[in-house]
């Protein structure tokens, strides 16, 4: 029997953006190709152990959200609810969902999308090793000054006394239970509602990542960020197929009637697996034999779009994006040239990505040459995003 999670993370994923502007709440507008949602449960689900990962949505928007998180998740699991007025009813009501036996709560914003892995680690190891209440925050740089309504200066505050804080915010259970139970006001943090309660927390080590997305500005900022960790990767693939298959010839995702039929475990489209084993190569994720094996049943005569679709889907889930594909077939029939922009075009609208493919010969010679079947040659190239 698989042990309960000891630590549990509440992501607030509730507020309408506002100030972002984005038309949508900010949870749901894109980065780099990714909600901020999707990122920060990316950045819970990474903890480095087993957590149970809960989620307060915009109440118009809890299907979409379990959608998202589920699949940044991975196998972590993850629970919906629908948020309130205040951030301080949606913690809440986030907090009534969390197993009573947890030993540790994190409460995070998805507004900070890009706080990695480590700091809510480093959160969570601190409310082990004091039994209290840890938050992440950054020594304040800036000058602060102390002004009046007009905006005159009264004071010039010791920025040494002064930490910027972020999230995750780390808590015993019990204590942020009680300190929710017994809150008579709003606050605005967690943090400070544990402390009207008798638990003050104490400031740790921040991360720069762990910005708050809360204008246009900051989240040009994070666009330019991940640009810079962008990766670009090269993968090549090749398959050959013999003609005395059954049925009619499939080939670049296309029928091709009056045609010999390629003979295979599937339906022998030398350039849809070409193009599959150069994703899967550029992205890490193994071959198609290892992940579409013959002894699997469901793969036994399916077209090449399901191999394509599939390798899509895994190469985004792994945060990869695919940039083009370029085909070499090799082979004395079926005449491709004539068809060679409507096998452009099915495969790009499948793979979401420009897709270019060219035919020759061998002029006679080997086995494409005397026509005993086609061979491909895909290369792909990919960027994975961080």
């Given at each position: 029997m698989t042990p309960l999670p000891r630590v549990a993370v509440i992501i607030v994923a509730a507020g309408?953006?506002?100030?972002?502007?984005?038309?949508?709440?900010?949870?749901?507008?894109?980065?780099?190709?990714r909600t901020l949602l999707e990122r920060a449960v990316e950045g819970a689900a990474a903890l480095g152990e087993p957590a149970q990962l809960v989620v307060v949505a915009p109440p118009g928007r809890l299907d979409e959200a379990r959608s998202l998180a589920a699949s940044a998740a991975h196998a972590s699991p993850v629970t919906v609810i629908s948020g309130a007025?205040?951030?301080?009813?949606?913690?809440?009501?986030?907090?009534?969902?969390?197993?009573?036996?947890t030993e540790t709560v994190l409460v995070h914003d998805a507004?900070?999308?890009?706080?990695?892995?480590?700091?809510?680690?480093?959160?969570?190891?601190?409310?082990?090793?004091?039994?209290?209440?840890?938050?992440?925050?950054?020594?304040?740089?800036?000058?602060?000054?102390?002004?009046?309504?007009?905006?005159?200066?009264?004071?010039?505050?010791?920025?040494?006394?002064l930490s910027a804080v972020q999230t995750p915010q780390g808590f015993p259970y019990a204590q942020l239970r009680a300190a929710y139970d017994a809150a008579d006001a709003e606050y605005t943090d967690d943090?400070?509602?544990?402390?009207?309660?008798?638990?003050p927390a104490r400031v740790i080590e921040g991360d720069p990542l762990a910005f708050k997305i809360?204008?246009?500005?900051?989240?040009?900022?994070?666009?330019?960020?991940?640009?810079?960790?962008?990766?670009?990767?090269?993968?090549?693939?090749?398959?050959?197929?013999?003609?005395?298959?059954?049925?009619?010839?499939?080939?670049?995702?296309?029928a091709w009637p009056g045609e010999p039929a390629l003979a295979g475990h599937s339906d022998g489209d030398a350039v849809a697996h070409a193009i599959v084993d150069a994703?899967?190569?550029?992205?890490?994720?193994?071959?198609?034999?290892?992940?579409?094996?013959?002894?699997?049943?469901?793969?036994?005569?399916?077209?090449?779009?399901?191999?394509?679709?599939?390798?899509?889907?895994?190469?985004?889930?792994?945060?990869?994006?695919?940039?083009?594909?370029?085909?070499?077939?090799?082979?004395?029939r079926p005449r491709f040239a004539p068809r060679r922009d409507e096998a452009?075009?099915?495969?790009?609208?499948?793979?979401?990505?420009?897709?270019?493919?060219?035919?020759?010969?061998?002029d006679g010679l080997g086995f494409t040459g005397s026509g005993a079947g086609v061979t491909a040659i895909a290369s792909a190239l990919i960027r994975r995003l961080p």
């Open positions: 309408d953006g506002v100030r972002l502007g984005a038309g949508q709440p900010k949870a749901f507008v894109r980065l780099s190709g007025a205040t951030r301080q009813s949606s913690v809440a009501a986030g907090l009534a969902l969390v197993d009573p036996d507004a900070r999308a890009l706080a990695p892995a480590s700091l809510f680690a480093r959160v969570l190891a601190a409310v082990r090793d004091t039994a209290g209440p840890a938050v992440p925050g950054l020594p304040v740089t800036d000058t602060i000054k102390q002004t009046d309504a007009a905006g005159t200066i009264l004071a010039t505050v010791d920025r040494s006394a943090a400070a509602l544990a402390a009207a309660s008798g638990h809360t204008t246009v500005w900051d989240l040009e900022r994070a666009e330019g960020l991940l640009a810079e960790r962008v990766t670009t990767r090269i993968g090549l693939g090749t398959d050959t197929h013999a003609f005395g298959g059954e049925g009619e010839l499939r080939l670049a995702c296309l994703l899967l190569s550029a992205a890490g994720l193994g071959d198609i034999g290892s992940v579409f094996g013959t002894a699997d049943p469901r793969f036994e005569n399916a077209h090449g779009d399901v191999f394509l679709v599939e390798t899509r889907r895994l190469l985004e889930t792994n945060g990869c994006r695919i940039g083009n594909v370029s085909v070499q077939l090799v082979g004395t452009e075009q099915a495969l790009s609208e499948i793979l979401g990505a420009p897709v270019s493919v060219s035919g020759t010969t061998t």
